[in-house]
Structure formats: C-alpha cells, structure tokens
C-alpha cells in the first residue's frame, strides 16, 4: 500500500513540476522543470572561452577572468546542459567547485561552425533532461546583431581583413 502511494505521489509532483512549478512536499523547495533556450549572451561566452582558452588547446580558464557582461549574466555555465563545457573537478576540499571551465569538444567543434545543437533544453535542478525545438548553428543563435567573423578575429589585423573581405562579397 505505501509504495502505491508513493508512486502516485511521485506521479503528481512530477506532473505538477512540469507546468506551473510546485514546493516538494518533503523539503517544501520550490520545483519546475524550465525550458530554456540557447540565446546570444550564452554563444558570446563560448567564444570568450574559445579565445581565453588557447584556441585549439582548450585550456581550462577560471570565470574569475570574465568579461563585466557575462559576470552579469551569470549564463556561460549553463552552456554545460548542451554538453558546450565542462567544468574542471576540484581537487580543494575549501571550496565547492573549481571556478575553472573549458569547451568540449562538442563546444569547439561549435564555436568553430563545425557543429549544430538544439535551440532548447528542459532542466530541473541542475541536470538536463531532454531537448527541444530545432537545431542551430552557431551564427544563427548569436542573432542579427553580432558579427560572428569579427568576434571570432583574434586581432584588430584580422578584423580590418575579416570587415574588408566581407565588404567584398567573398
């Protein structure tokens, strides 16, 4: 009889969780499952973590070194549920997590347009669960207002050629 229960509770809170959101009745935390889509500020930090991290190499770069608006934004981790990055394991028993992250390769292959992912995911408590909408590619998800060739330029030489060839029409 108790586990009938407790899987018809089970049932209705996993239900409730996905539409409207619902406290657990347990620990009384609040509990949704979010869709969240892969946006602009997310793919501007993949390329920040491109550059910061040795390119290719793919260094592990510590998120203290982030530009004001990606601190801000607080997003460039959430690239993990699309497997984008992953987090360097921490070895300090001090602290909770490293601080230090680097892209996939999944994430490189991305950055570098050699790749697509889903627009979105759906995710509870931190963990992904699936995926959602269409695919997309790197250009695309920045949107129509940044220059993907100009922020993947790694100096102001290749911006003037990138801006000059793209002038061109090639």
Known sequence: METTNLVELRRKFIQR????GTHCPVCDRYAKIYRRKLNSTMVRGLIWLYH???KSQQLYV???KMPPFLLKSNQLASNRWWNLVERKPNDDPKVKHSGMWRLTILGLNFVRGFATV???IWHYNSEALGFDGGYTDIET???KHFNYAEMMAESLHDRVNTSFT???GR
């Open 17 to 20: 969780i996905k539409e409207d």
């Open 52 to 54: 910061e991290g040795g």
């Open 62 to 64: 510590n998120f203290s």
């Open 118 to 120: 889903r627009t979105h």
């Open 141 to 143: 998800a920045l949107g």
């Open 166 to 168: 793209m002038a061109a």
